[in-house]
Structure formats: C-alpha cells, structure tokens
C-alpha cells in the first residue's frame, strides 16, 4: 500500500516538473514575442483611431500667441514710450556724434527698451486692414466730432488723399507687451496744396479703431486758443479712450515746447510709470494737436 502512494506522489511531482519545464520556456517565448510585435501593434491600433477621421482643437495661429490684453492705459504708456524712442535715419558721422554726446549708457536706455517699427508682415486676422482703415478712421473722426473734440470742418480721409502705414509699438524686455497702429499722413502734395480743415497726421488703434494721437488744420479764422476749452477737451478725449480721468501735468522744462498754447495731463501708465499728453495750438498754421509722445 505504501509502494503505491509513493509511486503516485513521485508521478504527480514528475507531471509538474515537466509542466514547468514546457511553461517557462513558453513564457519566455511569449514576452519576446510582445516586446517585438506589440509596440507595432498598438501603434497601428491608435493609427486607425486618429487617421482618416476628423479632429477639431482651438490653437492660437502663428502671431497671436504672444498677444497679451492690455488695459487702455497700458496701451496708452506703450505707444507713447515707443513713439518717444523712435530713431531716425542718420549719417554715421551724425549718428557717432549724438553717440559720443549722449554716452553708451544713455543711447542703450533710450533705444534698448521700446521699439516703433513698420509692420511689413500686414494685418492679423483680427485687426483692421487696408482696405478697412480709411473707413474706420472716418468712423472715429465723425465720433470726435460729437464729442466736439474735432471740429466738424474737418474732412473725411481717404486713400487718394492719404498714405497709411501699419506699425507695431513693441516693448522689448517684455514683448508680449505690444500694440499695433495704423498711422494715416496727409499725402505731401495735398498737404501742400490745401491743407485747411484737414487732418494732417493720426495714429489710430489697429484693433478698435480709437485715436491716439491727431494733428489738425483748421481754416485761417476757425480756431482761437482762448476759445477753447482744454480742460473739458481733455476730459472728453479721456472717456472716449477709455482711461481714468486726467490729471493736470506741470511740465519740468517748458523750452521743449515749440508753442506758448499747451497743456500737459498725466495719466497712469504701466507699473510706476505714467503717461503726459498735451493738448496745444501752434498759432501761425492754425494747427491744434493732442500728443501722446
């Protein structure tokens, strides 16, 4: 009786042996078997639930990704720092003089920091084009008009009578920080020719079409200085941009100033700094001017 339980045991430890012996090298052959087709044939698997389907995602197109929303005020500081830093074409002699004059150090903070340039690339897709900006500008003069910041002699514009360029008011150490502006010039023949009640240059806001900056021709009796009234002017310009209420501004050095009719207003800009605007008339064109730089 004892042979046969021992001969049963050693059967049932033999039949395990070989189940392992035929298991593992089974096992073996399994996991090459995955680590060699099974990445290609997940692969494949995820290809067929992409490919030849239609996927819908929102992305920010080439451009506007470094797009940031700016407050009026911010925008208002921007392009006023930018139109201030604005360099000129030159010799290389001027241009090595007003460098010796001014030092390194001084040349790198008023150039290094802002930048106005003509945008060559064109219009987003979300900002006025050139087809557009004729008729949005006369849209926004007709709205001065009534708010009787523009007088309303003044004539509409048009392409056969002025050159608009695109440009981009770009802080550099931080250029997420910009702006772009459509500048319209009373083309150099008109200018000389019939330049009363006209608006000589404008800087107008590419995204929402609001006027920054203006100069103003009016005819040869249409304007008196001490007829005006800037405060209340200025206030107007003020709530049409969009920005806080003024505040008046005495200017360090009145020598800067080309005309004895002006009047200086700071608004707040961004971080610690401010904005100046003045509002002013030079008397001998009959030219009234609000200037943001």
């Not at 150090?105 to 987003?124: C, K, M, T, W």
């Not at 008729?135 to 001065?144: I, K, M, S, Y």
Request: proline content about 4%; charged content about 25%.
């Amino acid at each position: 009786m004892r042979k046969k339980v021992r001969t049963g045991e050693t059967a049932a430890r033999s039949g395990r042996i070989r189940l392992r012996r035929f298991l593992f090298p089974a096992a073996v052959v399994l996991v090459l078997a995955l680590s060699i087709w099974g990445p290609q044939t997940l692969s494949e698997y995820k290809d067929r639930t992409i490919l030849g389907q239609i996927h819908e995602q929102e992305v920010l197109s080439e451009g506007e990704g470094y797009r940031y929303t700016l407050s009026s005020a911010e925008k208002l500081y921007l392009l006023s720092e930018c139109l201030k830093n604005q360099t000129y074409p030159e010799s290389e002699q001027s241009a090595a003089a007003r460098q010796a004059a001014q030092g390194t150090e001084d040349l790198e903070y008023q150039e290094g920091a802002y930048v106005f340039i003509q945008n060559h690339r064109g219009p987003s897709g979300k900002e006025i084009t050139g087809e557009e900006i004729f008729e949005t500008c006369n849209e926004a003069v007709n709205r001065l008009k009534k708010l009787g910041i523009l007088p309303k002699e003044v004539r509409q514009v048009s392409a056969q009578d002025y050159d608009a360029v695109l440009y981009s008011a770009i802080d550099v150490l931080e250029p997420q920080n910009n702006v772009s502006v459509w500048k319209l010039s009373l083309s150099a023949g008109q200018s000389s020719r019939d330049p009363q009640d006209r608006l000589m240059d404008i800087y107008i806001d590419a995204d929402d079409g609001r006027i920054y900056e203006f100069y103003v021709r009016y005819a040869r009796s249409g304007c008196d200085w001490d007829a005006l009234s800037p405060d209340a002017l200025m206030e107007s310009w003020s709530s049409y941009m969009g920005l806080p209420a003024p505040e008046s501004y005495e200017e360090d050095n009145p020598l800067m100033e080309t005309t004895p009719y002006y009047r200086k207003y700071a608004f707040p800009g961004m971080g610690e700094g401010r904005t100046v605007v003045t509002l002013g008339f030079y008397e001998g064109i009959n030219e009234l001017f609000l200037r943001i730089s």
